[in-house]
């Protein structure tokens, strides 16, 4: 049987959908899975062993046979869409039909609380949402009636040898002993989600009030669009905290975190790197669901006290906002009981 996964974006998302494989595995033993992703999504996907091919989708786009037995087509994208309905007749998630992206039955309620759901009424049940993004990625290819527990389900990211390497080769390189608790601190978001940020200002608060604890090295981490932000950071902070960079590829950046034994992030492609890499994840929300995030049992979300949450606005007038209202000392006692959670106090 050959069955073909579509899911292109965003990185993290595809990241986190790896939570399938295992089911589909224990579904089907005998399978062949593939998967079509963007180009950039493509590396988070190397190095697993439930894939038998990964393609990025201008490469499966240049095949000239797509005959699979199941296609499952995660993406409320035209695209994405267009792609499984060309590429099989079998498809569970979403296609393409009279110039629209349609859910089948399985997937109609993932559909509802998306953007291409019947609005207003699909914020609203995004709002009143209680499943994990796992749990409603498991009803839409129809394994949600298995009995299935998180261990059935993690998220898969397998580390090369060489990665491995390059994690030990830079705590060597910094110093950080294997009786060190590292801290990694990834409070920017990126450009888009202005209010999936936490402020500087309260960052190097934090930073600094951490630093005062014994056998802690903290790490600073962000994409290229942290850049400006994380290197004042470093300007106030100096040798407090280590610089991961911000211009690493997908596979080091998975490597730096790797280092970690607690990540202190915003809802990113960095906490589900630290989720799959089974980290003791603390992560803060304000416009994007904190029920769709499966944390297995190891990392503690911060959710502020306000009504609005889950709103998915990219700008916002509330004052103060939901990111203003998180404080540091609520951010210290996460971490304080996530030390503890390793046994180091």
């Not at 990211?157 to 294997?178: A, G, H, Q, V």
């Not at 630093?211 to 040798?239: H, P």
Request: some cysteine; overall charge neutral; proline content about 3%.
């Amino acid at each position: 049987m050959k069955i073909l996964i579509i899911k292109l974006a965003a990185a993290g998302d595809v990241l986190r959908t790896t939570s399938i494989l295992l089911p589909l595995k224990s579904a089907y033993p005998a399978a062949s899975i593939s998967w079509v992703t963007s180009k950039t999504a493509k590396e988070l996907l190397l190095n697993n062993p439930y894939l038998e091919k990964v393609y990025a989708i201008e490469d499966f786009k240049a095949q000239n046979s797509f005959n699979y037995d199941l296609i499952i087509s995660l993406d409320e994208d035209e695209e994405a869409a267009r792609l499984a309905s060309n590429a099989g007749r079998n498809i569970v998630g979403f296609y393409f039909e009279n110039g629209k992206v349609l859910p089948i039955e399985t997937a109609r309620n993932w559909f509802n609380i998306g953007a291409l759901g019947e609005k207003p009424r699909n914020d609203l049940l995004k709002k009143e949402n209680k499943k994990t993004y796992q749990e409603h990625m498991l009803d839409v290819i129809g394994l949600s009636n298995k009995g299935l527990s998180t261990v059935d389900y993690p998220l898969i990211y397998n580390l090369t040898e060489e990665e491995k390497m390059f994690t030990r080769e830079f705590k060597k390189k910094n110093n950080i002993s294997d009786f060190d608790v590292v801290i990694g601190f990834n409070t920017g978001a990126g450009e888009r989600w202005q209010y999936k940020k936490w402020p500087l200002e309260k960052t190097c608060e934090l930073i600094l009030k951490t630093a005062q604890l014994t056998k802690v090295k903290l790490l600073l981490f962000g994409g290229s669009e942290e850049k400006s932000r994380n290197e004042g950071i470093v300007r106030r902070m100096g040798n407090i905290i280590i610089d991961t960079g911000t211009n690493n590829t997908l596979r080091d950046f998975g490597a730096l975190v790797n280092c970690c034994d607690i990540l202190l992030t915003s809802d990113s492609l960095a906490m589900h790197i630290g989720v799959a890499l089974k980290k003791y994840v603390i992560v803060f929300f304000g416009p994007t669901s904190y029920a769709e995030i499966e944390l297995y049992g190891r990392g503690k979300k911060i959710i502020p006290e306000m009504d609005c949450l889950v709103c998915y606005k990219q700008r916002c007038d509330f004052n103060p906002n939901c990111m203003d209202s998180i404080s540091v000392d609520t951010m210290y006692g996460a971490l304080s009981e996530a030390i503890k959670s390793l046994g180091r106090s």
